[in-house]
Antibody, heavy 126, light 111 residues
């Protein structure tokens, strides 16, 4: 079965850092781009970042709300993607989901997300 | 507040049909971007149900269908079953935000 599993969430103080991971199995992880979304308590899904596949240079993009603080990376040999979060703010509190991109050969506006993890909860609080 | 607007809840009896609406604007659905639908059961990962307005991935039953008109889209679930009870989300792309956007989710209750 194809699967994505997030891990690494937890309670962290404002201003500190945390790294969450997304581990894939059952498919050729390196062939796919990956997106990170988050969902704050009682709010809708918000795009955070993406990292493209090796075929597209593993390039990254970030939402304005996290640019300069979050870094996406991946280790295809381990089938893991990472989201390194720094200078965390209380408003970063959310469940963080990774998802697999379909249609990467097209413009990003055509992408959709055909495999998701269950998410990992990040709570930023003093 | 989500960019795409969905009703918070819908309900129907087993065997009936329900429609979940997704209303956007001229910067997303109305601009011609495709609409995709996801199902999320409690404590599980979201699952892709419909992509490209009305294409079902393998394994998704044909009693689910999607449509789009103007700045809105709809998901129809026919022949409701107890297993359909879940949260449903629509997704598109917004060119003013340069980002993928979602509806706030609709909770389907099978009576």
């Amino acid at each position: 079965d194809e699967q994505l599993v997030e891990s690494g969430g937890g309670l962290v103080q404002p201003g500190r850092s945390l790294r969450v991971s997304c581990t894939g199995s059952g498919f050729n992880f390196g062939d796919y781009g990956l997106n990170w979304f988050r969902q704050a308590p009682g709010k809708g899904l918000e795009w955070v970042s993406f990292i493209r596949s090796r075929a597209y240079g593993r390039t990254t993009e970030y939402a304005a709300s996290v640019k300069g603080r979050f870094i996406s990376s991946r280790d295809d040999s381990k089938s893991i993607a990472y989201l390194q979060m720094s200078s965390l703010k209380t408003e970063d509190t959310a469940v963080y989901y990774c998802s697999r991109i379909r249609g990467e050969y097209q413009l990003p506006s055509y992408w959709f997300f055909d495999l998701w993890g269950r998410g990992t909860l990040v709570t930023v609080s003093s | 507040q989500s960019v795409l607007t969905q009703p918070p809840s819908v309900s129907g009896a087993p065997g009936q049909s329900v429609t979940i609406s997704c209303t956007g604007s001229n910067s997303n659905i109305g601009a011609g971007y495709e609409v995709h639908w996801y199902q999320q059961l409690p404590r599980t990962a979201p699952k892709l149900l419909i992509f490209g307005h009305n294409i079902r991935p393998s394994g998704v039953p044909d009693r689910l269908s999607g449509s789009k008109s103007g700045t809105s889209a709809s998901l129809v679930i026919a022949g409701l079953q107890a297993e359909d009870e879940a949260d449903y989300y629509c997704q598109s792309y917004d060119n003013s935000l340069s980002s993928w956007v979602f509806g706030g989710g609709t909770k389907l209750t099978v009576l």
